[in-house]
T-cell receptor, first 114, second 111 residues
Framework: ETGVTQSPTHLIKTRGQQVTLRCSSQ?????VSWYQQALGQGPQFIFQ???????GRGNFPPRFSGLQFPNYSSELNVNALELDDSALYLCASSFGVATNEKLFFGSGTQLSVL | RKEVEQDPGPFNVPEGATVAFNCTYS??????FFWYRQDCRKEPKLLMSVYSSGNEDGRFTAQLNRASQYISLLIRDSKLSDSATYLCVGTSKRGASKLTFGTGTRLQVTL
């Protein structure tokens, strides 16, 4: 158990809908990163939040947005869902943003877009 | 070209075998490297960090060659429980400290 929890575990949506995924970081961690893992691929970096501010973004369109709250939990929002958004969405928390900082992953949200 | 490239496998090996995975990276600014293990549709879990001097953790040995931009993982005396996907990971810091994952190498250990 990493202490990082994600909800929901599974979700089915249809094209064009909007979705919100949630992540509670491990106690004491102030940084949350989100990754998308399509079937047969490695996880791809979406963005990172550090102390409630976005601290870097991967190659994802603006319809992928996020928030981090004062308790350092985080949300990932995806608007105008597309079929290719079907994936496992992983949240990882860490204390700080150093490159050698250990990340603790949640068990993910499996999103299916029909 | 992908930043981190791995042979996707699968590697099918008998129990007790030694198996080696290789990985290359293209971003010379990458600072730290790791091997993660991922079981089917579960979260990746850190297996070990990778250093130029090499490091060993029980049956697992990892090595980094910065000159060749090459990372390896050696598993000795394979167990059935080693069956998983092994992800090669580099980190870089441009704004965010992000992990760049390879596509993973699938290992199946059989009786």
């Amino acid at each position: 158990e990493t202490g990082v929890t994600q909800s929901p575990t599974h979700l089915i949506k249809t094209r064009g809908q909007q979705v919100t995924l949630r992540c509670s970081s491990q106690s004491g961690h102030n940084t949350v990163s989100w990754y998308q893992q399509a079937l047969g691929q490695g996880p791809q970096f979406i963005f990172q939040y550090y102390r409630e501010e976005e601290n870097g973004r991967g190659n994802f369109p603006p319809r992928f947005s996020g928030l981090q709250f004062p308790n350092y939990s985080s949300e990932l929002n995806v608007n105008a869902l597309e079929l290719d958004d079907s994936a496992l969405y992983l949240c990882a928390s860490s204390f700080g943003v150093a490159t050698n900082e250990k990340l603790f992953f949640g068990s993910g949200t499996q999103l299916s877009v029909l | 070209r992908k930043e981190v490239e791995q042979d996707p496998g699968p590697f099918n090996v008998p129990e007790g075998a030694t198996v080696a995975f290789n990985c290359t990276y293209s971003n010379s600014a990458s600072q730290s490297f790791f091997w993660y293990r991922q079981d089917c549709r579960k979260e990746p879990k850190l297996l070990m960090s990778v250093y130029s001097s090499g490091n060993e953790d029980g049956r697992f040995t990892a090595q980094l060659n910065r000159a060749s931009q090459y990372i390896s993982l050696l598993i000795r005396d394979s167990k059935l429980s080693d069956s998983a996907t092994y992800l090669c990971v580099g980190t870089s810091k441009r704004g965010a400290s992000k992990l760049t994952f390879g596509t993973g190498t699938r290992l199946q250990v059989t009786l």
